[in-house]
């Protein structure tokens, strides 16, 4: 596409508080270990209660505390990631007036931007402060060439009338996990033993501990103004140190006031506090703020570099970057080497940034551009195989149980109860029963291994992974002799509005169809295991997981006679008696109201009862396997589910969901690409304005959809270009919505870079001249062996 302009910066042009909780999310900055919310400094500057508009959120990834809370009249012991001391205070006064707040000012113009292909977050004000006019262009980056590194700069432009100006800087330990009020139960003060020091050339440094008393963090600031030699004095109120200085105007009237900020937790600090703020203190980086910058810079141009994003429709490719950069501000280089998964708000108070399932959305995407952090995300679950074998035992299975929502320990993280905010009661939670995360898992194994072809990542943690899963899922499954099936009883699906049968006295819903589809991949998936590797290989496995010939039997037996729920023998069912459930209102669907779920246990009513859906459910096995391995998968089973029947499938699912959770559109993109094009773009396109074009008052307040953002980029990939992994090559069946418009992406498999580029309903396929080796690609005409420097044209499908 030549060197056309890229569009890569989003920006806001004007200045909305009601609005900016939101904006704090969307331009939120992070390189995989820490992460921050695009808070404005001067907010930090003040008590928190004096700018209910703003949130400075800071975090670092992993770093949970599990203090115990009481919730509801009993304790409860539960994982939440810590918002870290905020570090970012920094306002000034003139010539001895009024602190500068934005809310404070005669705003005349107003620019704030996020720049995706350097990950610079910049600010340019124009206002008027004691009579004064001023500017003020800030700039920050959470570095992504130095892990623990932050920095903030302003550049002030001060009017000759002006003689003095006081600044200030705050760190402040007294923060809390407050981002989520009807979370409040369940978080409040987290540090403790919080000690604060500084220093009168600005720098300053901070300790403070979690409940676990091995949990330490320390944190050095440093206040730099080049030009000047100033003396700052310190004031500590309670675990707040606020320093200022005086100055006089520069004789340019240029201002530079920088703030550097490092942070290191657990055993990247010495034991003891007193060693470990000395050391950071002295550790705090020299080098100029070009030199910074350029290396940040420079570092965001290398990871760009493998994952290419050109759209002829600029607003589209905006869109994309910005869910890829965001994705990989949550795992990046840096996030290699430390235990840390995938959560689904970003590495903020979002879930308590606990870790769900979303990395199934993330994986096709990571393992074909960034296959070591995919890797480092496996090794996340694989580290808590043996907790999750545990948790089976004590569960009275076999296999691996791994939890639905996760932290640090392996055990599950599910909060008991949810506050509903429409009735002021709490609700049971009983989402721990949505046991299909162990396929989604497996899945994710599968798909790593597909894209890198390593032999000794399926004999190992891979392998492992898949094999156990399969167990838990063997071990599950009851027969039923007057079905002559396996049946699977006591889960939740992924939609969250159906936890039971109205009125049953326990929570579980029986034989959901997404669930056991993916039970009988995981089992088909782990006996192609052992299929695959070289005897020997397969032999160790075996012998180190204890498989019997019986097991591998009965896995075979259950893979081929596990039960599905079909309605008029061809529709597949949401779970078994869904479709007895009450017809719900239109206006429910459709309507303008509250949250579903919240809005009927007001009214003392459940979405149990209802023939509704949060999210699509049973879609998402059509949405994560093709319809002739899904047709395949059914045959297997005895049924028979060709075209006609998923159409029908579909439209009757279709008709029931209420889209309430951010995925629903992702997953009904995929599901419907290769039967209805104009339908998923449709959904395609509400999936891409998740965030950017929520209302100020929306859940991206909370951190942005992190899994719808990877799941559209996974719809463009695995659906539209037609991208899909397998043994035998390359499957790239391309059926592109024509409203996508020319498009080129880049992916890596089996070490073989390709790039497609999509033209007039044609889809290229190039290998690079530099690959090792040929590329086999299946695709409608049959087999091509794609040799180093070689290209294929490939038609999309037109009759969707």
């Known amino acids: 596409m030549g060197n056309r302009q890229v ?128 500017r003020l262009h800030e700039t920050r980056f959470v570095s992504m060439a130095a892990s623990q590194l932050v920095v903030l700069r302003w550049e002030l432009n001060i009017p000759p009338q002006v003689d003095r100006l006081r600044l200030r800087t705050v760190l402040n330990g007294g923060v809390t996990n407050a981002a989520i009020r009807r979370n409040q139960a369940y978080e409040g003060p987290r540090l403790r033993d919080v000690v604060l020091q500084h220093e009168e050339d600005g720098r300053a440094a901070l300790g403070a501990g979690l409940a676990d008393d091995q949990r330490r963090l320390v944190m050095a600031t440093q206040v730099l103004t080049p030009g000047m030699d100033l003396r700052w004095q310190g004031r500590q109120a309670e675990q707040r140190l606020q320093q200022e200085a005086e100055c006089r105007r520069p004789a340019d009237g240029r201002l530079i006031i920088e703030k550097r900020v490092l942070v290191r937790v657990d055993q990247e600090r010495p ?39 050109d759209a002829d429709d600029a607003r589209l490719e905006l869109t994309l970057r910005f869910h890829a950069f965001h994705l990989l501000q949550t795992v990046s280089p840096h996030s290699v080497g430390h235990d840390i998964g995938f959560p689904p708000r970003g590495w903020t108070e979002g879930y308590y940034g606990q870790v769900f399932w979303d990395e199934l959305f993330a994986f096709p995407f990571l393992a074909t551009h960034f296959p070591e952090l995919a890797r480092s995300l496996l090794d ?291 599901a419907l690409a290769a039967v209805d094009g104009p339908a998923s773009w449709t959904y395609f396109q509400q999936a891409l304005n998740t965030d950017l074009h929520a209302p100020g008052n929306s859940g991206t307040q909370e951190g942005v959809h992190l899994g719808a953002m990877c799941g559209a980029l996974d719809v463009l990939q695995r659906h539209y270009l037609g991208v899909r992994l397998e043994l035998d090559g390359l499957h790239i069946f391309p059926a592109a919505p024509p409203a996508l418009g020319d498009l080129t992406w880049q992916l890596v498999y089996r070490q073989a870079w390709i790039e497609l580029q999509l033209r007039g309903g044609q889809l290229r396929v190039t290998s690079h001249g530099d690959n090792q080796r040929s590329v086999p690609v299946q695709h409608a005409a049959g087999l091509s062996l794609l040799e180093p420097g070689q290209a294929l044209l490939v038609p999309c499908r037109v009759d969707v």
């Open 7 to 134: 569009p890569c910066k989003l920006l806001f042009d004007h200045y909305d508080p009601a609005d900016e909780r939101r904006r704090e999310a969307l331009l939120a900055q992070g390189n995989g270990l820490l992460s921050c919310r695009a808070s404005a400094p001067e907010a930090s500057a003040w008590p928190a209660a004096r700018d209910g508009d703003h949130y400075a959120g800071f975090y670092r990834a992993g770093w949970y505390d599990q203090a115990p809370r009481e919730v509801n009249g009993r304790e409860v012991q539960m994982a939440a990631l810590v918002n870290l001391p905020d570090p970012f205070g920094l306002s000034f006064a003139l010539d001895g007036g009024d602190w500068f707040r934005l809310d404070g000012v005669e705003l005349h113009e107003y620019r704030q931007s996020l720049a995706l292909d350097s990950g610079l977050l910049e600010r340019e004000l124009e206002f008027e402060l004691g009579g004064h006019r001023l």
């Open 271 to 309: 034991a003891e506090d007193r060693v470990a703020l000395a050391q950071l203190l002295e550790q705090l980086p020299g080098d100029s703020f070009i030199h910074l910058h350029r290396a940040h810079s420079t570092a965001w141009a290398r990871l760009w570099q493998r994952m290419r994003i």
């Open 380 to 670: 996340y679950r694989h580290r808590r195989l043996d907790k999750a074998r545990e948790r089976a035992r004590r569960a009275g299975l076999r296999g691996a149980l791994f939890p639905w929502r996760s932290a640090r320990s392996g055990e599950e993280e599910t909060p008991p109860r949810q506050f509903n905010p429409m009735s002021g009661r709490w609700m049971a939670d009983h989402t721990y029963l949505q046991r299909h995360i162990g396929s989604a898992v497996a899945y994710d194994a599968w798909q790593l291994y597909l894209a890198t072809g390593d032999e000794a990542l399926l004999a190992g943690p891979a392998g492992e992974i898949i094999i156990e899963v399969a167990r838990f899922w063997a071990s599950l499954a009851r027969f039923d002799p007057a079905r002559q099936r396996y049946l699977i009883g006591g889960v939740i699906g992924p939609d969250e509005y159906h936890n039971g049968y109205p009125d049953a006295a326990e929570p579980g819903l029986d034989n959901n169809a997404y669930t056991n589809l993916m039970a009988v991949w995981t089992l088909c998936r782990a006996l192609q295991v052992l299929e695959l590797l070289p005897e020997s290989r397969a032999a160790e496995l075996a012998d180190r997981l204890q498989l019997t010939a019986d097991e591998l039997s009965r896995w075979t037996q259950i893979s081929r006679r596990m039960y599905l729920p079909f309605i008029d023998e061809d529709v597949l069912n949401q779970f078994d008696g869904f479709e007895q459930l009450q017809a719900p209102p239109q206006q429910w669907l459709h309507g303008d109201r509250p949250r579903l779920d919240w809005m009927l246990e007001a009214r003392h009513d459940s979405s149990d009862r209802y023939q509704l859906t949060k999210q699509a459910d049973a879609l998402m096995a059509y949405h994560l396997l093709s319809p002739p391995a899904l047709e395949a998968l059914c045959e297997r089973l005895g049924y028979h589910h060709d075209e006609k029947s998923q159409r029908r499938t579909l439209a009757y699912h279709l008709a029931r969901i209420t889209h309430e959770s951010s995925l629903s559109n992702v997953v009904c993109a995929g």
